[in-house]
């Protein structure tokens, strides 16, 4: 075989491999951003989850306070 020859096959070898190893790499950083994106989705939706939540809370202390309130009246104190 001629160096032309085994150089060209060497250099084959090294961008055949430069690029499988190169697509791997993006493919991975690819995956990493896209689970990123699902653990960002899942804080969002907890958060709203969590909004939701209290707003359910303070609606039902509200319900009670009035309930409270018809059977014992609490009277209003101006003098702060």
């Known amino acids: 075989m001629s160096r032309t020859a085994k150089f060209t096959l060497i250099a ?11 697509v791997h790499h993006l493919q991975k950083k690819e995956k990493e951003f896209m689970h990123a994106g699902i653990l ?5 939706r907890a958060k709203k989850n969590k909004f939701q939540q209290n707003k359910m809370e303070l609606e039902q202390q509200l319900i009670l306070q ?3 309130e018809k059977i014992q009246p609490v ?6």
Not at 12 to 22: E, N, P
Not at 40 to 44: G, I, L, P, T, W
């Open 40 to 44: 960002r989705d899942e804080e969002r």
């Open 75 to 80: 009277k209003k104190n101006d003098n702060r």
């Open 66 to 68: 009035r309930e409270y």
């Open 12 to 22: 084959a070898i090294f961008i055949s491999t430069g690029t499988v190893w190169g």
